[in-house]
T-cell receptor, first 113, second 112 residues
Framework: DSGVTQTPKHLITATGQRVTLRCSPR?????VYWYQQSLDQGLQFLIQ???????AKGNILERFSAQQFPDLHSELNLSSLELGDSALYFC????????????FGPGTRLLVL | ELKVEQNPLFLSMQEGKNYTIYCNYS?????LYWYRQDPGKSLESLFV?????AVKQEGRLMASLDTKARLSTLHITAAVHDLSATYFC????????????FGTGTSLTVIP
């Protein structure tokens, strides 16, 4: 158990819908990262927040957005969902933006029908 | 964009044998990470390699980093069934945040 929690574990929804994935980092970690894992794209970095501010952006679609709240938990919002958005979404955290490693949560498995 | 390649993609090996997984990356970086993922599970950190020539060992796994060759290896010694999993290397780019660029993963199956 890495100490990173994610909810929900599983999510089934329809195309065109909007969902919110939630992540609580390890106690004391200021940086949160979101990754998408799919069979065709592998593990891809989406976005990073550090202490409430966006720090880095990866291959995140415009339909996706994220934020980190004052209590340091983060939410990833996915809208206008398409079949291809079906994937495992991981949140990771680290103590700072330059930490040596990232600790991954259990993931949220999203299925878009 | 930074590219990270792993080979082989699939590895089936007998218990007791040795093998090496290779991780090549395309641009300069001095931060290399190895993770393990069991089916349907999260990623577990195995090794952090932060300098050229770094070598880390844990049990039957040993990781090394050659930043000049842009190559990291994960060596498996005397494989056991419990090592069956998918292994990922990841390269960190500190000055653009700390996002990781992951390799394609190597799915390892150890056969009794």
């Amino acid at each position: 158990d890495s100490g990173v929690t994610q909810t929900p574990k599983h999510l089934i929804t329809a195309t065109g819908q909007r969902v919110t994935l939630r992540c609580s980092p390890r106690s004391g970690d200021l940086s949160v990262y979101w990754y998408q894992q799919s069979l065709d794209q592998g593990l891809q970095f989406l976005i990073q927040y550090y202490n409430g501010e966006e720090r880095a952006k990866g291959n995140i679609l415009e339909r996706f957005s994220a934020q980190q709240f004052p209590d340091l938990h983060s939410e990833l919002n996915l809208s206008s969902l398409e079949l291809g958005d079906s994937a495992l979404y991981f949140c990771a955290s680290s103590p700072s933006w330059e930490a040596q490693t990232q600790y991954f949560g259990p993931g949220t498995r999203l299925l878009v029908l | 964009e930074l590219k990270v390649e792993q080979n082989p993609l699939f590895l089936s090996m007998q218990e007791g044998k040795n093998y090496t997984i290779y991780c090549n990356y395309s641009t300069t970086s001095d931060r290399l990470y190895w993770y393990r993922q069991d089916p349907g599970k999260s990623l577990e950190s195995l090794f952090v390699l932060l300098s050229n020539g770094a070598v880390k060992q844990e049990g039957r796994l040993m990781a090394s980093l050659d930043t000049k060759a842009r190559l990291s290896t994960l060596h498996i010694t005397a494989a056991v069934h419990d090592l069956s999993a998918t292994y990922f290397c990841a390269v960190g780019r500190l000055y653009t945040g700390n996002q990781f660029y992951f390799g394609t993963g190597t799915s390892l199956t150890v056969i009794p």
